[in-house]
């Protein structure tokens, strides 16, 4: 592709420089200032060149038009990822970071035609089976839950301690998981996200996933791993382990990324910290702020196009990865020029198309309840430092706060139900220390339940 002759240079710090056109997506100079690096990509025309991690090439799709187009076109633009040539060629790394988001799983993410609405419907009708009031309640509880155990210490960090549990112990509760089950799925997609031993993390998921699933055939539950295992799509059991991954995996990253980067926005913004009681049409208005500006999933939708495309005059060839970067997409200056309004569907941070967010519902309700949740309980609440200090976790496809550093009025803490304070033997004391912190929670909120 032939280079403009009034191209601007990449941003300062970006690898671009010294590794020739494809703009890496991975390091932190890109989660640092993503929008600097959209803006110089957008020099490329619709889709601009990247590596999503070493030897990773792939399209970014920066055009809302042109987005749309590939969202919306299935018969041209496949997902099914056993189309992508380098991994088939062996030209991508076994160990490589995106292979676990990209590489094909027999579910509906990577599904395409007949065999995507068969999962999709699986999904979508058993997602749909899930009562908001029953939803919005257990939301609160697990809020409740939270911050009472950071709320008398006066401070907390709002990703780790917050906005990382919530979606983990409400999926837990409407995916039917006993308290073993439970801990592992907990301990699994913790490691993942947080990159600590993902080989080790993926096989507890796993083994865990297959055991729910196990477990819901012989003994079914008002929850939606039995009401897909009961639909008439009559998913196997491989099909049911993958489906429920992503759904689980998936699903808690964009919610937890959405809670976070909404309490930025109401606890550093002008905007919405000169209103008072950050609550109701305020914390809605937040979460679309988010999904315009800082979609949680800021670069996927992975597609292989069937064969070469004109894509308004770059070639993708068949084959290759095509990404859309949402975010990009999102604050196109064609689309801000022609008056684009923040309406809530106009966004693309659900995705478009036939692969659109199925959960989209839940994961709104979800957050809007944890956020009200936590400024009704702790009025007070503020950042703890600068909103310039915060930093973003590398990463080519989502877009995720570090940490959020608060501070607030120590909440009294309620007295402990006598079977709570009652002594545990020295031993057990030993054991529940020993436990990874992210692996009994599940365990310690079911006993706050109790008590």
């Not at 990449?10 to 200032?33: I, T």
């Amino acid at each position: 592709m032939q280079t403009p002759p009034d191209f601007q240079p990449p941003p300062p710090g970006c690898p671009a420089h010294d590794s020739g056109q494809s703009v890496p997506l991975y390091g932190p100079e890109f989660a640092a200032a993503p929008e600097t690096y959209y803006s110089y990509m957008r020099q490329f025309g619709p889709s601009a060149p990247v590596e999503l991690a070493p030897g990773v090439e792939a399209e970014l799709v920066t055009d809302y038009t042109e987005a749309l187009r590939v969202l919306q076109n299935p018969k041209t633009f496949a997902r099914d990822s056993r189309r992508w040539n380098a991994l088939n060629e062996g030209r991508i790394p076994a160990d490589s970071p995106v292979v676990g988001m990209m590489a094909y799983r027999p579910n509906l993410l990577f599904s395409d035609g007949a065999e995507h609405m068969r999962l999709r419907q699986a999904a979508t009708d058993s997602l749909a089976k899930v009562d908001s009031h029953r939803l919005g309640r257990h939301v609160d509880q697990v809020a409740s839950y939270l911050i009472d155990q950071f709320g008398a210490k006066g401070r907390a960090d709002l990703v780790a301690d917050y906005a990382q549990q919530v979606p983990l112990l409400v999926f837990n509760d409407l995916f039917g998981c006993t308290e073993d089950i439970g801990n592992r799925l907990v301990f699994g997609i913790s490691g993942i996200f947080d990159g600590i031993d993902v080989e080790k993390s993926q096989e507890v998921l796993i083994g865990a996933l297959a055991e729910l699933v196990e477990l819901k055939r012989t003994h079914p539950g008002d929850d939606i791993t039995s009401w897909m295992m009961q639909h008439p799509s009559a998913l196997s059991t491989e099909e049911m382990i993958h489906q429920v991954f992503p759904m689980i995996a998936a699903g808690t990253e964009p919610v937890q990324n959405m809670i976070s980067s909404a309490l930025r926005l109401l606890l550093s913004d002008d905007k919405y910290a000169d209103s008072q009681g950050m609550a109701g049409l305020l914390v809605e208005d937040a979460l679309n702020d988010v999904l315009w500006n800082y979609p949680p999933m800021a670069n996927y939708g992975v597609h292989y196009p069937v064969h070469d495309v004109d894509l308004a005059g770059i070639t993708l060839k068949a084959g290759d990865p095509v990404v859309i970067s949402y975010a990009a997409a999102n604050t196109d200056p064609a689309l801000v020029g022609n008056g684009r309004t923040m309406s809530k569907r106009a966004h693309l941070g659900w995705g478009a198309g036939p692969h659109v967010c199925p959960a989209k519902d839940p994961a709104t309700l979800i957050s809007l309840r944890a956020i009200e949740k936590l400024l009704n309980t702790l009025p007070d609440i503020d950042l703890a430092v600068p909103v310039e200090s915060l930093t973003w976790r590398p990463g080519p496809f989502h877009r995720a706060l570090t940490s959020l550093p608060a501070r607030f009025t120590p909440a009294r803490q309620a007295p402990r139900p006598a079977a709570q304070a009652a002594a545990a033997p020295a031993e057990a004391q030993a054991q529940a220390q020993a436990k990874p912190k992210a692996a009994s929670r599940w365990s310690s909120f079911l006993n706050w339940l109790k008590a």
